[in-house]
């Protein structure tokens, strides 16, 4: 399913940024941008739009009460230079806030919340699809790799890159491993050290301070021993 994607800024350089980072991910599209937000509202009112990447500060219409004028809204992040909005965004129900210069990792973040918060408007509890949720990640300057998280076995730091190793392959991408495990579902993965966070149903085995995982061993750090273990404890019959 392609979800449709609006941008409305009054700066081409930032309207650009974006654009530029969802152009390879498949299953999102821009369908047009506008640096006049009267022209955004028009275009709103006539177009199905699944989302719209929404400035503050804009002339003739900011975007606090661009939003106040929409009847029926999509999906709203908000892009701004400056953070003290937030808080009453989020009163109009904005799903995030993005404060620019906006990283491409933190943009990921939020296309996830995007597609989560679709998928539970658009389906039944009956209904939800049967593929497992997954992550699009950026391996080379062109190509994203879409990684189910049921795949996953391992994430190593490897300074400002990442290995994920999954059942299928291994990956290289630029990311911290603070702000990938945080993208990650809290109830199936657990970082385990500095250098490594684990799902925690690919484990094998756990043996004094370290984790087995397909017949590899993992330290677990001296600060993270307790925390691990209790996580454990509590994931056991």
């Known amino acids: 399913m392609k979800i449709n994607c609006l941008i409305i800024d009054d700066e081409p350089l930032a309207i650009n940024v974006i654009k ?9 599209e821009v369908i047009n941008t506008f640096s006049n937000p009267i022209e955004g509202l028009n275009f709103l009112k006539n177009n199905k739009v699944d989302a719209v990447f929404l400035d503050i500060n804009m002339p003739v219409l900011d975007g606090i009460n661009f939003i106040k004028s929409l009847e029926n809204p999509p999906i709203l ?10 808080i ?20 990921m973040k939020t ?5 989560k918060r ?19 990640v950026k391996i080379d300057k062109k190509r994203m790799k879409k990684i189910f998280f049921n795949e996953i076995l391992v994430i190593e730091s490897l300074k400002d890159y990442l290995k994920i190793n999954t059942l299928t392959g291994k990956y290289i991408i630029h990311s911290t491993l603070s702000d990938f495990t945080d993208l990650l579902p ?32 993992y330290v677990i750090g001296r600060s993270y021993i307790d925390h691990v273990k209790q996580r454990i404890l509590n994931s056991s019959i």
């Open 20 to 28: 530029n980072y969802l152009e390879p991910i498949e299953n999102f």
């Open 77 to 86: 992040i908000i892009t701004s230079a400056y953070s003290q909005f937030a």
């Open 88 to 107: 009453e965004t989020y009163e109009l129900d904005v799903l995030d806030y993005l404060v620019k210069p906006i990283e491409f990792p933190r943009l």
């Open 111 to 115: 296309l996830n919340k995007i597609s």
């Open 118 to 136: 679709l998928e539970n408007k658009n389906n039944s509890p009956q209904e939800i699809s049967q593929e497992s949720p997954f992550i699009f």
């Open 186 to 217: 809290e109830r199936n993965f657990l970082r385990i050290h500095r250098s490594y966070t684990i799902a925690i149903d690919k484990i094998d085995a756990v043996e004094g301070n370290s984790i087995e995982i397909e017949g590899l061993r």
